[in-house]
């Protein structure tokens, strides 16, 4: 089946790097679902173990990204590109995310990668949720996306996600197109320095029942397991002394474009 779709697995690792004013990590195992959203309906009812909006061994809901309220997922971001002066012509939409497992799933950040009919990536729009409910995006447009070429973004930290960080930040992308490696990396600036470094790798799987039951013997309750990991090593910082910062009200605007309201943005591919 995977030979006729774009969509497919990834099993790897995500790993955090805390520099100051302590140095503190984290480093789980994962595995994520790189679905194109055309082929979503398809790979449903091509396999048993993943369901499109409804509950199985793995699912995807469109209500858990985007407007969240179950509509269309590319008809609400095509206004969004838009905005940001981006036309993809009817080319793919495929994003990076956790699937449901066994009907939970928390993602706290989803990649969605935007490609043109001629198939070059030309926008991503990273979408963070923390665990208070709610999420926020940040849509950047990608400068030649036809390679595998090192891709570098950056821009102003808009949404709280951490208790321990604060709202004057600074977020660095530097990633590749997936293909048969998953490289992801986000740096995460404060005024005194470089304060956090998350990566996120992977190997790529083809997206059949075999890999998804691989995946439910290999990674069993991965939604607990996040949530989990989040909290406990939350509770380290605190050990450790972490400074707490107060949770500000969400942004107005669910998306944030800096091409549009003139954040401080670099892009650059090399």
Known sequence: ??????????????????LRPFRHRL??????????????????????L???????????????????????????LAPKLRE???????????????????GYVFNPLSVWYCY?????????LHEVRNTFGESHSYLLPVDGGSGDEVIQQS???????????????????TLRPPDERLSFAIKEDVASGPL????????????????LLRAAVSYPLMTLKVMAAIHWEAL?????????????????????IPAADNDPLRLAAE
Not at 86 to 102: A, K, N, Q, S
Not at 116 to 124: E, P, Q
Not at 156 to 168: C, D, L
């Open 1 to 18: 089946m995977s030979a006729a779709f774009s969509s497919a697995l990834y099993f790897g690792r995500v790993i955090h790097k805390r």
């Open 84 to 102: 940001a002066g981006i036309d993809l012509e009817g080319g793919r939409v495929r994003m990076l995310c956790f699937p449901r497992v066994l």
């Open 155 to 173: 821009c102003a930290k808009r949404f709280y996600v951490s208790p321990f960080i604060e709202m004057g930040a600074t977020y660095g992308f």
């Open 50 to 76: 993943f369901s499109h909006n409804r509950w199985n061994v793995f699912s995807f809901y469109d209500r858990d990204h985007g407007p969240r309220d179950g509509s269309s997922l590319r008809r609400w």
């Open 116 to 124: 043109d009919r001629n198939d070059r990536l030309v926008a991503l």
């Open 236 to 256: 380290k910082i605190v050990r450790k002394g972490g400074t707490f910062f107060r949770r500000p009200a969400p942004p107005p605007q669910p998306v944030t």
């Open 196 to 211: 956090l470094i998350a990566t996120h790798t992977g190997e790529r799987r083809s997206f059949d029942d075999r890999t």
């Open 27 to 48: 480093d789980y195992r994962v595995f994520s679902v790189f679905l194109d959203l055309d082929e979503v309906p398809a790979l449903a009812s091509k396999t048993r």
